[in-house]
């Protein structure tokens, strides 16, 4: 069975300072991974997903992500926080062999001025 | 209209009523799905449709009831609902139900049951 980790349900960070918002998996077989972003009353936006070609992932609005088999980790990451960052945030994991995503809890992301 | 559109955006309903809500994706999309989204809880999969056809049932109860005319429309037929049912219901679509497609998540119904 599939399952994933979100630690921290929020997080705040001062603008322009790291954003690092931590997942942890667990898959018996080679997984893909997702981050989504949810606005206020909006659904959820792909920031980005890896499916097993590079570790290091980019996506929209400057977030990355890296995929460690040996920490089961895909932590999401942005240099510089910007007010518009503040959002809800998802990660996802999904057996290559079906079409089903687990999603962790979310953790909101706050920017601080 | 682009993407995927949920109408209505908020209803109140009471345990007795029956209600729908709708979902529509302008992507040419072959595979819709229901989530629900609980305060403090994971998305929960509800339903999928690939190509009109329901592919998963997630142990949902008999009060929730999806229908999918066709793959552009996705509707979700609520009776003799539970407080415990409020939570905000998303549509999303992906091009196929397969590994690694990118779903494209409607904006919700937040539904309230009293």
């Known amino acids: 069975a599939q399952s994933v980790t979100q630690l921290g349900s929020h997080v705040s960070v001062s603008e322009g300072a790291l954003v690092l918002l931590r997942c942890n998996y667990s898959?018996?077989?080679?997984?893909?991974l997702f981050w989504y972003v949810q606005y206020p009353n909006q659904g959820l936006q792909l920031l980005l997903k890896y499916t097993s070609a590079a570790t290091l992932v980019k996506g929209i609005n400057g977030f990355e992500a890296e995929f460690k088999k040996s920490e089961t980790s895909f932590h999401l990451t942005k240099p510089s926080a910007h007010m518009s960052d503040a959002a809800e945030y998802f990660c996802?994991?999904?057996?290559?062999?079906?079409?089903?995503?687990?999603f962790g809890t979310g953790t909101r992301l706050k920017v601080l001025a | 209209e682009t993407g995927v559109t949920q109408t209505p955006r908020h209803l109140v309903m009471g345990m007795t009523n029956k209600k729908s809500l709708k979902c529509e994706q302008h992507?040419?999309?072959?595979?819709m799905y229901w989530y629900k989204q609980s305060a403090k809880k994971p998305l929960e999969l509800m339903f999928v449709y690939s190509l009109e056809e329901r592919v998963e049932n997630n142990s949902v109860p008999s009060r929730f009831s999806p229908e999918c005319p066709n793959s552009s429309h996705l509707f979700l037929h609520l009776h003799t609902l539970q407080p415990e049912d409020s939570a905000l219901y998303l549509c999303?679509?992906?091009?196929?139900?397969?590994?690694?497609?990118?779903?494209?998540f409607g904006p919700g119904t937040r539904l309230t049951v009293l």
């Open positions: 992507l040419g999309h072959n595979a």
């Open positions: 996802a994991v999904s057996d290559p062999r079906t079409y089903k995503y687990i």
């Open positions: 898959s018996s077989v080679p997984p893909y």
């Open positions: 999303a679509s992906s091009q196929d139900a397969r590994a690694g497609d990118e779903q494209f």
